[in-house]
Every structure is written in structure tokens, then in C-alpha cells.
């Protein structure tokens, strides 16, 4: 019998209303393969089941087990790991009125049956219990970090939500940098994420849906979607995907984004990932679903298509005109750190009557004591830059900063004196890497990092038609990419007017009025059909002294 008849088990065996059990859950009581759990109910004999938990968990110095006798007469136990709670909030709200009978209390006809439903009901001073019969899910919510509590001649134990892990503060994000707009980010745990979903995002047709995926971490999966406005469809694959997963441990989202993208060959990222909620909320509000994993602190969006890892959080929440231009610079960055070294090695191997005779000729006595092609010299020099860039990144932050400047000024400067690089290569490499960095999406400007290295190649060995050939096969793979479904080029191919409003350029607010075509929403709308300009402007026509019309009280 349930502690609570309004209430849902804590972590039933049963899928939640709405909801289905993963294929890919399980756990201590997973033991058949079509994803049944295998129940091990208790037997009510107190001695017997602490005798059972310690086999099961064997010499574990770290758990406590609290003998006592509920208001001096039930002899019962708790069973928690002290390092994962609050021992004073435990002693306060659970110990100290189980073992006193709050005053007025009647316990002459309790009985040990009903003791902790009554005792939950009636004396316990804690908002989060349930109950439940099964040994399995007993061992998997003490090893979660929660309180439990068996009393002898009962066939339930008590389980009280007592979890409280030290964690980092919520600070600004170290992957997303952000000129204007929010300062927070995700952390580590999966509550205070929820949270922040949930400020941003106040709204009764968000829903979360948890899952339990991992045979020995049994890590907490939360999917984020907008009821009535996300592609139902889109919801059902993205919990088949996941609930295929069958894997001893997911320690954060990228293990789970290799095991849910379309094509694991691809160099290019076909989930995009996030630190930020409002870039979450964002997404939520296109129509798009929200991956958390409890652990990790980023947060998985799909579907994906490729313009979206060159747009920042700034490009909305400054005004259209300055950051479209913005926008266009970093598409030329991003053009420059694919195409550069490649379309060098081409002209000055094959075609070196393209360029200008006066800076052929300084190229030329630039590398005239270069040993070695240009391909190989772009090669090496191009090599170095990533030994030195991983370098830079895997060393104390303290120690970074200083490598890279000595990386980039001296050995440049002495591999260009030993005439071990012509000074030339040293430039296009340079820009280069300064393009990569103007990618704001880490995976992408890595895939294009790794994509110079075949163009440079083939461009060492077919000049400039091995450079359109890559180019070609480049945009083949991209075109035959897609993301949950939608096409990767969405939606430049197949092309949508609408949609175009925001790729290239970033255009006003009141003009994008439609959800992207391509995510078949269920509400498309997102703008009023009588936005057409911003209220304040009335074409340039307003009078300052006009009363406001929005209610007191409100911005």
C-alpha cells in the first residue's frame, strides 16, 4: 500500500504516466531482456534485510546504519551514505520526531504493518517520501544518495529524498563566452539545471521526462520538450534512440551524443551541445528537444543543422544590423579557416601566375631557402600549430597563456630566421588559426580543422581543381547529412524563404514570425501577423508624450 495515494512512487519499476520505461534501463533489477524488472520483494524481518544490504554491498565503511526504536517501542533502522546528505537536516527532520511522538500523538494502537505509512503520514517533519516492497530498488535509492528507513514487521521501507551533494556555483560559462546577454550555466548536477530551465522558462507545456540509462551508474537522463508546439514525432525518435542505449556507464552527454547521432562517421557535429539555459529556453521555443545527463554540465539539442554553430547568444540580443555584419565576418572567418591553406599551397605550386608579379616575386625570395614543397612546408608548420594549440590547452591555465604567446612569436620567428618556414606560410597559417577561433562552436571549428589537412593534400598534388574536388566532396557529405530527420543544409537545402531570414544574416525580430519550417512545429506562429515594426517607432512618428499603454506595474 502507497504512504501516499496522490503520490507516485519515487522510483517505481513502472514507466510514469505519459511516459515509457527504457529499453536501455537497468539496474540491479534488470534482469530480462525484453526490459522487465525482476522483483525481490521484502519479507518484514529487519535483521534479515540489514544482513542482505551488507552482503550486497560488502565491507563499504562508508555507510551508516542508525538502529533505533520508533517513539521507543518499533525497533527500526536508517540506512544512508553520510558523505551524499545533510546529517543535521536528518537529525532534525526525521530522527529526532521518529523517535519522540510529537505531542498529542496517539500511538497505542499503532501497529507494525501500518507503522511507516502512519509515521510518514502523521510525525515526519520531510516534504520527499515514499515507499517501496522491492530490495533492488531499496539498494538503488541508498546508493543515489536518499535515506532509508525499515522498521521490523513492515514489508515497505521508507524511502526519504535526503540528497544533497556539494557542488560548484552557478558562474558564467567557460566554453560560451558572451559579450551581452546572461551570465549563468549549467553545473554538474541535474536539479539546479532543471531550475534553470524552469525560471527562464515558465511555461505549463514544458515537460521533462526521466530516464534511467546505464547498468552501473544508473545515470539520470531528463528530456526537455514544449507540449503542443515540439514535432511529436521528433519526441518518439529521440526517446527510441536513447532508450537503445545499452552501456555499463554514461558519465556525461557526449558519451550519449555518439550513441544518438545519425552518422558516427561524420567530422562534422550532428548534435549541438550548450552550457547556457537561456540558449536552451531558446531552442525549447523553436520546437527543438533538450537533452540533461545528472553529471554533465552540458546540455544536448537536437535536431541540428549546420548555421547554427556559427551563431552566437550576442547575435540576438543586440540589434539586427551591427550583428549581421558581425555575422558575416565570422562566415568568412569560418570560409578562411577551411579553405586558406589549401588555396596557397595550390597557387604557389601550380598556378603562381594568378598572383600579382610583385608579390611573386616576394614569395618567391621568401622561400628561397626553404627546403622542401610548400605542401610540406604548410604541413609541418600546420602540425605544429595543433601540437602547440592541445598543448596550450591541456597545461595550467597559468602556464597557457605564456606558451602560447612564446609558441606563436618566438618559434615562428625562428623556424622564419633558420629558414625552416618562409614567412608567407607563416601569415597564412596565422589567419588561419585566428579563423578557427572566430567559429563560436568548439566541435565545428574542430571538424574544419581537421578537414584542412585532406584539402591541403589534394591541393599539393591537383592544384586548384584538387581544391575543387574536395570542396565538392565536402559539400556532397554535407548534403547527404541529416539530423533526427531534417536535412543538415536546413534551410538553405531545400530552401524556405522564411527560414532564410536568419542564416546568412541576422534579420530583425519582428520579421522571423514563423518557428523554422523544417522542425514541423505543431504552433509555427512565434510572432503576431501585426508585428511588423517595433511599437515604439509607429514609423517614426511618435510622440514622446503619449501615455503609456502597458499596466501598472509591469516594465
Known amino acids: 500500500m502507497p504512504l501516499f495515494g496522490n503520490r507516485t512512487h519515487l522510483l517505481s519499476g513502472k514507466p510514469k504516466r505519459g511516459s515509457r520505461a527504457p529499453t536501455g534501463s537497468s539496474g540491479p533489477d534488470a534482469g530480462r531482456k525484453d526490459g522487465s524488472l525482476v522483483r525481490k520483494p521484502l519479507n518484514g524481518r529487519l535483521d534479515e534485510l540489514l544482513d542482505e544490504v551488507a552482503r550486497v554491498l560488502g565491507t ?178 529521440v526517446e527510441r534512440r536513447i ?20 552518422n558516427q562517421w561524420s567530422p562534422f557535429p550532428q548534435v549541438q551541445y550548450t552550457e547556457r539555459p537561456d540558449k536552451v529556453v531558446a531552442n525549447l521555443l523553436e520546437g527543438r528537444v533538450a537533452i540533461l545527463v545528472d553529471g554533465s554540465p552540458l546540455a544536448l539539442i537536437v535536431p541540428t543543422v549546420f548555421n547554427q554553430f556559427y551563431q552566437a547568444v550576442e547575435d540576438y540580443t543586440e540589434r539586427f544590423l551591427q550583428m549581421s555584419a558581425i555575422r558575416m565576418a565570422r562566415l568568412v572567418a569560418l570560409v578562411f579557416s577551411l579553405v586558406f591553406p589549401s588555396i596557397y599551397v595550390s597557387v604557389i605550386s601550380f598556378n603562381p601566375e594568378l598572383i600579382p608579379t610583385e608579390f611573386a616575386v616576394a614569395v618567391a625570395g621568401g622561400r628561397a631557402g626553404v627546403p622542401w614543397p610548400a605542401v610540406v612546408e604548410v604541413l609541418i608548420i600546420e602540425i605544429s600549430m595543433e601540437v602547440l594549440r592541445e598543448a596550450t590547452i591541456r597545461l595550467p591555465q597559468q602556464v597557457g597563456g605564456a ?53 591541403i593534400i589534394i591541393a599539393g598534388i591537383f592544384g586548384l581543381y584538387g581544391v575543387m574536388i574536395g570542396l565538392i566532396l565536402i559539400a556532397n557529405h554535407l548534403l547527404s547529412l541529416k539530423s533526427f530527420g531534417v536535412p543538415y543544409l536546413s534551410p538553405l537545402v531545400p530552401v524556405n524563404f522564411e527560414g532564410m531570414k536568419d542564416v546568412l544574416i541576422r534579420g530583425p525580430l519582428w520579421w522571423m514570425k514563423r518557428r523554422p519550417e523544417f522542425l514541423k512545429p505543431k504552433d509555427s506562429v512565434r510572432v503576431g501577423p501585426e508585428m511588423t515594426e517595433p511599437p515604439e517607432t509607429n514609423g517614426g512618428e511618435g510622440d514622446a508624450s503619449t501615455p503609456s499603454t502597458a499596466k501598472e506595474g509591469q516594465p
Not at 497505542?108 to 502523521?122: G, I
Request: net charge negative.
Open 243 to 262: 532508450g537503445a542505449i545499452d552501456i555499463d556507464g554514461i558519465l556525461d552527454s557526449g558519451y550519449l551524443e555518439q550513441f544518438i547521432e545519425d
Open 403 to 455: 606558451l602560447s604567446i612564446v609558441g606563436v612569436l618566438v618559434i615562428g620567428q625562428a623556424a622564419v630566421a633558420a629558414g625552416f618556414a618562409s614567412p608567407i606560410t607563416v601569415v597564412i597559417i596565422a589567419l588561419t588559426t585566428i579563423g578557427s577561433f572566430a567559429t563560436p562552436a568548439y566541435n565545428a571549428a574542430l571538424a574544419l580543422r581537421l578537414l584542412r589537412f585532406p584539402l
Open 60 to 237: 563499504d565503511t562508508t555507510l551508516s546504519i542508525r538502529r533505533f526504536r520508533i517513539f521507543g517501542s518499533f525497533p527500526a533502522a536508517m540506512l544512508f551514505f553520510p558523505n551524499m546528505l545533510d546529517q543535521t537536516a536528518i537529525n532534525e527532520t526525521i530522527l529526532k520526531p521518529a523517535m519522540s511522538a510529537p505531542p498529542g500523538l496517539d500511538t497505542s494502537e499503532w501497529t507494525a504493518p501500518q507503522l511507516l505509512e502512519r509515521l510518514a503520514n502523521e510525525a515526519l517533519w520531510h516534504t520527499d517520501c515514499s515507499d517501496t516492497q522491492d530490495f533492488d530498488e531499496l539498494i538503488q535509492v541508498l546508493l543515489r544518495g536518499d535515506t532509508i528507513m525499515a522498521a521490523d514487521g513492515s514489508t515497505s521501507v521508507l524511502v526519504i529524498g535526503t540528497r544533497q551533494i556539494d557542488k560548484r556555483g552557478i558562474d558564467q560559462p567557460g566554453t560560451e563566452q558572451v559579450i551581452r546577454g546572461p551570465r549563468e550555466g549549467f553545473v554538474e548536477p541535474l536539479g539546479p539545471n532543471l531550475a534553470l530551465i524552469r525560471y527562464r522558462l515558465q511555461s505549463a507545456e514544458l515537460r521533462m521526462r526521466q530516464l534511467t540509462i546505464g547498468r552501473k551508474t544508473h545515470s539520470k537522463v531528463v528530456i526537455c520538450y514544449m507540449d503542443g508546439l515540439t514535432d511529436p514525432a521528433l519526441l518518439a525518435e
